[in-house]
């Protein structure tokens, strides 16, 4: 696919500022080290933090707000869709509607950092890796301009280190071995709508491109993702640096996660929840007519969909246990708890069963848990929590 570079309009910059943040009591004493580095924990897009220990089933119920966040909305700035933060360092990065860009704080005190301004692009998606911030971007006052740029910042000062240009407009990227992958939609692209392409994340080079295929999820086991033809249907594993496939089946899938323990894919269609070998994507086990946003720890595969909560082994996808829950969502597994959202409330689970051990709390959009921190939203709002 031929691309046209076009020039971002003005100069993205990276600013030192303050921000308002209420503060609600002091911050708590040092935890374990900080990680949610992508949507999902990581690559695997498990939604599990093993390294989690502080907020556990002896801390959940001390829970104290420690501050809120609510980056400004400009006027004309483009509208954002929601997007978890990620925590790597002592830092919370998340996407700012002023400016369209990302901000950096302080976990402990909320203080921000650091801002990056995207111009006139709309700031879309957001991981970290190492000292590496990710961003990725869409041209939001255009309706021929499909264009997106994959950029890389450094995390402690927001500087810009460079800028790669992809012709699909992003709406999905994951970050593996040194390597950035991006998919997305083209609407002037005849013969080419869809399009995968990696870029190296020391220096933003281009590694290869797929056209007719999207990543079939934010997902990376090992180095390997799933790809899903978009104009015939099929899911190929293939190297998330080379683009050189491994095995190809001639079902469509979407990836929902990739086990921490095991090698194997968690994958859906329409037939329903399947486990998939990574290295061959022989079919392991099989839920019927099974679907939705799900979690795994290695020992269970957690999945929210139609008013309840779903708990399957993860080795041969035997039902464990069932919970109602009206429209269940967001689940996290952390600390030998199991979070999820129901409503406008976060409810807080035993893995084993399900019972609820804590309700509390505003989370719609997203929950993540890192250095004995819990971090909620809800719109543009982000509230901490520690014991």
């Given at each position: 696919m031929q691309l046209k570079r076009c020039a971002r309009l003005g100069l993205a910059a990276a600013t030192v500022l303050l921000t308002?943040?209420?503060?609600?009591?002091?911050?708590?004493?040092?935890?374990?080290?900080?990680?949610?580095?992508?949507?999902?924990?990581?690559?695997?897009?498990?939604?599990?933090?093993?390294?989690?220990?502080?907020?556990?089933?002896?801390?959940?119920?001390?829970?104290?707000t420690r501050w809120t966040v609510t980056p400004k909305a400009a006027v004309d700035s483009c509208p954002l869709d929601p997007v978890a933060p990620v925590v790597v360092g002592g830092r919370m990065f998340v996407l700012e509607p002023d400016g369209n860009g990302v901000g950096a704080y302080d976990t402990k005190t909320?203080?921000?950092?650091?801002s990056y301004f995207a111009g006139y692009l709309e700031a879309t998606g957001l991981a970290v890796s190492g000292d590496t911030v990710v961003v990725t971007d869409v041209a939001c006052y255009s309706n021929s301009n499909y264009d997106s740029n994959v950029i890389a910042l450094d995390a402690a000062t927001g500087e810009e280190r460079w800028s790669s240009l992809t012709g699909w407009t992003t709406d999905t990227v994951v970050v593996d071995a040194g390597t950035v992958a991006v998919s997305g939609y083209c609407g002037v692209c005849d013969g080419e709508e869809n399009g995968v392409q990696a870029f190296r994340l020391s220096d933003g080079a281009s590694l290869w491109s797929r056209p007719n295929a999207v990543l079939a999820g934010p997902v990376s086991a090992g180095g390997r993702i799933l790809l899903a033809g978009t104009t015939s249907p099929y899911t190929q594993a293939v190297s998330i640096s080379t683009g050189i496939g491994t095995w190809t089946t001639g079902l469509r899938y979407a990836a929902g996660a990739a086990d921490?323990?095991?090698?194997?894919?968690?994958?859906?269609?329409?037939?329903?929840?399947?486990?998939l070998a990574t290295t061959s994507g022989k079919t392991l086990w099989t839920v019927k007519n099974e679907s939705g946003e799900l979690s795994t720890d290695g020992?269970?595969?957690?999945?929210?969909?139609?008013?309840?909560?779903?708990?399957?082994?993860?080795?041969?996808?035997?039902?464990?246990?069932?919970?109602?829950?009206?429209?269940?969502?967001h689940l996290v597994r952390a600390g030998g708890l199991l979070y999820a959202t129901s409503g406008t409330s976060l409810m807080v689970l035993a893995p084993t069963s399900g019972k609820t051990i804590r309700t509390f709390g505003t989370a719609t959009d997203h929950v993540v848990l890192a250095g004995g921190r819990l971090f909620v939203t809800n719109g543009r709002t982000v509230r901490t929590y520690t014991p």
């Open positions: 308002t943040v209420t503060l609600a009591g002091p911050a708590a004493a040092a935890g374990p080290a900080e990680n949610w580095a992508q949507d999902g924990y990581g690559a695997g897009h498990t939604f599990y933090n093993p390294g989690e220990s502080v907020i556990n089933s002896g801390t959940i119920k001390k829970l104290k909320g203080k921000k950092l650091w921490p323990a095991r090698p194997q894919f968690y994958v859906s269609n329409t037939a329903g929840l399947r486990a020992r269970r595969v957690y999945v929210a969909s139609a008013g309840r909560i779903n708990a399957y082994d993860a080795v041969k996808g035997k039902p464990l246990w069932t919970r109602a829950l009206k429209t269940p969502g």
